[in-house]
């Protein structure tokens, strides 16, 4: 895992970072996290992750003083958001000049005995709470008391920062791949004057002035290869027919509805040589597999509260990564969605693995993920007070396309390491608004996967029947797996 290099903003092909020479903002997709919360008072955008290390704990300084070794390697730790009078840009990333790490990272006390259930309920009260955007948008917090003489680190990141690819290699920055510690690297960083407010109002309106260029100069771009032109625009053609049939409601069931401002959370863990022998068996892919069995675990769920589990009752939001290889360490948000039905209608595992693996299929083959890159990519050349105005609506009509999210991040096979102390196990987090009451976020890590379940507390009290459910469904389908002999 290497450092944060140069690298290259989205969106109009700006530079980013110090010697750029330009100002760096947000996309119209990371700005519609920050606008979320404005819309949702019980919103809280932010994307986290808990690592648990085998004890003993070290002390609180050396904690502090490893990851300010560190922070070079992530500059936009150091950075904090600067709105733009009259909303007519987005806002921009500059240096915080009264940055204190102190002010980011935390000692926690788990309560005792520091079991399951204290560690779910303090992990929903720090995530559900929301950050303070004056400074940057990232907190550590160091948590003692676990059994065994464990410890824990839980990072929290606004999602309007990262999205959960670059999330987790950013978090890999502070982490070792042996346990011998690797050095600080030398620390230069000033934080830049900040621009008088005047002079930071006129570029952004010199930015709207200009965007119908940007947009002229996009199209002459794509106009010099025709034939990869005609290509893209009829796969995203064919995407957002796709896309637009998803403006449908789903059928109303007690997975979506209006929610409070607290949140529970649990987790279950799978073998991923077990995921790994039903999709050698019936020729999936990881992910579907993984999908089949949250699938699985919604039926459930249902089931055991007396809910008819309706073919249109369960449509998820699959973000899909637009990173291409080399881009993980890049600080924002690079994603598209598919949203496909999951079939809790379906009793029989096996038919309902098949059932997922098509309706993937048949997304990807009619080109949804490229729709929603495409519209993504379109906003960025908009003027943004009216791209901002069109997401600001689409925040505050209620949606009923969404029932959840089912997030799945790779991680790394080989163990990982902080302070000398193995890293056991990573619990992710997803965030949850706009009456979708439960997220589901999966991680790997070494031999694990882990399912990160998020719910409303007023309306999840059940969120362990569907842990427990996603386990017991792809036992299910090992059951059903073809023995040799």
Known sequence: MGPVGDYVCPGRGRACGRDAGAVERLTPLADAFLEAEDVDVSASLAIGSLAVFAGPAPPFEELVEAISGRLPLIPRYRQRLRPVPFGLAPPAWVDDPDFDIHDHLHEVAVPAPGGRAEVADLMSRLMSTRMDRSRPLWDYSFWEGLPGGRWALLSKVHHSVVDGVSGTDLYQLLLDPTPTQRPGVPDTWRPEPEEPVVRYTADALRELVSSPLHLTGALAHAARTPRRM??????TATGLLTLSGALRPVHGSSLSGPLGGGRRYT???VRLDDVRTV?????????????AAVTGGFRRLLLARGEPTDAHALRSLVPVSTRRPGEESIPDNRVTLMLPFLPVEVADPVERLAAIKRRIRSLRGRHEPEAGEGLTNAAEFGPFPSVAWGMRLGWRLPQHQ???VTTNVPGPRTPLYALGRELLELLPYVPIADRVRIGVAMF?????????LTGDFETTSDLDVLAAGIGASLDELLERVPRAG
């Open 230 to 235: 005609v290509r893209t625009s009829a796969r």
């Open 267 to 269: 987790w279950t863990n």
């Open 279 to 291: 999709r050698k068996a019936y020729d999936a892919t990881v992910n579907d597999v993984a999908l």
């Open 402 to 404: 969404v029932t959840t």
């Open 444 to 452: 790997s890590y070494r031999d694990t996967l882990t399912y990160g």
